[in-house]
């Protein structure tokens, strides 16, 4: 059956990874600049490997570059997620890409934000927005981008977490970050268990105390650590079709994701970067589908 109306959670999802590929050329165009090195023949996204599609992301990035830039693009990001029947989307918003983790301009970006999100209620969806490190910039960015959040944290902002490489740097070096952002009463997530491997996500609950993981995927290699998220309710934010088509797992089936619901562990289905992993909310519901079984029953679990 198709999905596309059936009401939707989404929990881990870069706002500009998912800017379609189209809108970032048009916006480039305008602005004399020539990213073309990062579209294949047919106008995608194109990357080698994760090590390369960092870079790419990065690069589309570029045309935005005022607040009214993003505006836009939360508008066009809001609309697309609530065509593919998502009610509820936190995205991630990094002050890197919005203003250089100036806590001045980061309030006019991020109010240029809101103001899109909350018209984009009107289509029925409920957007809002965790504050997100880049980890690959380093522990000292992190602080910035934490105290960023501090001073934004209330009824749009109400996460802080990290992306980027999770093999950059060592995760206790990050703790001070998050503990400013704790003390905002602001909810955590991090990274981990994608590409680093179980011992990352150990690392993100015993150093950063996160009570979400984005991924978390590979502490299905760690039966120990699986118990632990049972255990502790830790909540992964699994991202199927990402996972595939960056080639951590081969195929739909492949997946960890059911194994890791059977052991009692908290899992949510969302799509990452939409457009760079050629997927959508509808896609990977019906491809869950078809790989386990599943059906309105467990979808609604899921949320």
Not at 4 to 24: C, N, T
Not at 126 to 154: K, M, N, Y
Request: hydrophobic share 45%.
């Amino acid at each position: 059956m198709s999905y596309k109306d059936f009401p939707k959670i989404e929990l881990h999802h870069h706002l500009e990874g998912a800017a379609p590929p189209a809108f970032v050329r048009d916006m480039a165009r305008a602005r004399g600049l020539d990213i073309s090195n990062i579209f294949d023949a047919k106008g995608a996204y194109a990357y080698r490997d994760f090590s390369h599609f960092l870079n790419v992301y990065e690069a589309a990035t570029r045309p935005f570059s005022s607040p009214d830039d993003y505006a836009l693009l939360t508008a066009i990001v809001a609309g697309e997620a609530a065509e593919q029947g998502v009610v509820y989307l936190e995205t991630f918003l990094s002050p890197d890409f919005c203003g250089g983790r100036d806590p001045v301009a980061w309030r006019e970006y991020l109010a240029a934000m809101f103001e899109a999100a909350v018209a984009a209620e009107q289509l029925g969806i409920t957007l809002r927005g965790i504050v997100t490190a880049v980890r690959h910039s380093g522990p000292e960015a992190a602080r910035e981008t934490a105290l960023c959040a501090q001073e934004t944290a209330g009824d749009f902002v109400v996460g802080f977490g990290m992306g980027g490489d999770e093999n950059a740097g060592d995760t206790a070096e990050f703790a001070y970050a998050f503990d400013m952002a704790r003390e905002a009463g602001l909810r955590l997530t991090s990274h981990a268990g994608e590409w680093a491997g179980p011992a990352s996500v150990r690392d993100a609950l015993t150093h950063l105390k996160v009570e979400r993981i984005g991924h978390g995927v590979r502490a299905i290699e760690d039966p120990a650590l699986v118990a632990l998220l049972a255990e502790t309710g830790t909540g992964l934010e699994v991202c199927p079709g990402s996972n595939v088509a960056l080639g951590l797992y081969k195929s739909w089936k492949d997946h960890p994701i059911a194994r890791l619901w059977e052991a009692g562990v908290k899992v949510t289905v969302s799509t990452d970067d939409p457009p760079f992993f050629h997927t959508t909310m509808t896609r990977e519901f019906e491809e869950l589908e078809r790989a386990f079984g599943w059906g309105e029953g467990d979808f609604a679990a899921l949320n």
